[in-house]
């Protein structure tokens, strides 16, 4: 599966994006697919999942701030990200996860702008 990501830019602080990636194939019977980032100097983190199934998990940093959501009829994945901050600024890679291995998206740079 191939995975292109879109929708990083910058931002003022307190504002909002939404990051897009695209699958290149159907998403409708893919385990995991999510969203990992790694700030500046910092080592690559986890961000958010979505399972097959519908389940999310976030992490504690952006819990209640960001969402996860899938279109499974684009075979595309969203984060919507509000209240944005300076901690929030890193490069966000999206990912899928199946048995076979795990397929990483080329990143997309959010700033966020104090």
């Known amino acids: 599966v191939q995975l292109q990501a879109s929708g990083g830019g910058l931002v003022q602080a307190g504002g909002s994006l939404r990051l897009s990636c695209a699958a290149s194939e159907s998403i409708s019977s893919i385990h995991i697919m999510g969203w990992y980032r790694q700030p500046p100097g910092k080592e690559r983190e986890p961000v958010a999942t979505i399972s097959n199934i519908g389940s999310t998990y976030y992490s504690d940093s952006v819990e209640g701030r960001f969402t996860i959501s899938r279109d499974i009829a684009k075979n595309t994945i969203h984060l919507q990200m509000n209240s944005l901050d300076r901690d929030d600024t890193a490069v966000y890679y999206c990912?899928?996860?199946?048995?076979?291995?795990?397929?990483w998206g080329q990143g997309t740079l959010v700033t966020v702008s104090s």
């Open positions: 990912y899928v996860w199946r048995p076979s291995g795990t397929y």
